[in-house]
Each structure stands twice: as structure tokens, then as C-alpha cells.
């Protein structure tokens, strides 16, 4: 399976950004997909995730009632929708799948990566 994850760019400090991440390959399997981050000098971070069907979701706490995780299988496409951005929202945003139907809150459950889409929030 290949991810490419696009979407990102500059945004001021309020805006929305909508992250897709493009899945490709050997999709007839069911995976799960999840959104992570890495901001400078810090370490990858666990955004939110998809079950295969679409129907869980989860995002973490900073994050919840701004970002929401979605996907739709027919256009192989994940998508991550950010709301109400803030400065510290500011990291490369990368996409991963895991073969089977339920997520992982850990990267190292992850089998794929995409390349990551840079994500700026000025304030």
C-alpha cells in the first residue's frame, strides 16, 4: 500500500485546513488509517484515526471538537479536517496505514507511511 498525504500549507492562526491522504496499491485489503505529526525537535505524535469501514474515529483530546478524521473508500482518500488552527498545530503531517480494521494510537503499529505535508499556523 503507498500513501501520499497533501493538503498542507500557511495558514493564520483560526483557519481551516483539510489534509487528504491518498491511498493506493493493494486497497482491497481492509486498513486502518491514522494521522500523526512532528513538529520541531519533538517527537512523532499520534493525531487521530479511522477505523477500515469508517465507522470509528478518534482524535486526541488538544485536538478534539477541532479535527475530524474521515474516509471514503470508493475514492480510496482519509481525509483529516482541521478547524480553528492554532500556532501550535504547526508540524509535517504524515498519514500511515496498518493492516486490519481497527487503528492504533501507537506509530510502531503502523506497516506504511505516506511522505508528509508540511502544516504552518502563524499567529
Known amino acids: 500500500v503507498q500513501l501520499q498525504a497533501s493538503g498542507g500549507g500557511l495558514v493564520q492562526a483560526g483557519d481551516s485546513l483539510r489534509l487528504s491522504c491518498a491511498l493506493s496499491?493493494?486497497?482491497?485489503?481492509?486498513?486502518?488509517v491514522g494521522w500523526f505529526r512532528q513538529a520541531p525537535g519533538k517527537e512523532r505524535e499520534f493525531v487521530g484515526a479511522v477505523s477500515w469501514n469508517g465507522g470509528s474515529t478518534y482524535v486526541i483530546d488538544s485536538v478534539k471538537g477541532r479535527f475530524t478524521v474521515s474516509r471514503d473508500n470508493a475514492k480510496r482518500l482519509v481525509d483529516l479536517q482541521m478547524n480553528s488552527l492554532k500556532p501550535e498545530d504547526t508540524a509535517i503531517y504524515y498519514c500511515?496505514?496498518?493492516?486490519?480494521?481497527?487503528?492504533?494510537?501507537?506509530?510502531?503499529?503502523?506497516?506504511?507511511w505516506g511522505q508528509g505535508t508540511q502544516v504552518t499556523v502563524s499567529s
Open positions: 496499491g493493494r486497497t482491497f485489503d481492509p486498513y486502518a
Open positions: 500511515a496505514a496498518r493492516s486490519g480494521r481497527y487503528f492504533d494510537t501507537a506509530s510502531d503499529g503502523y506497516n506504511y
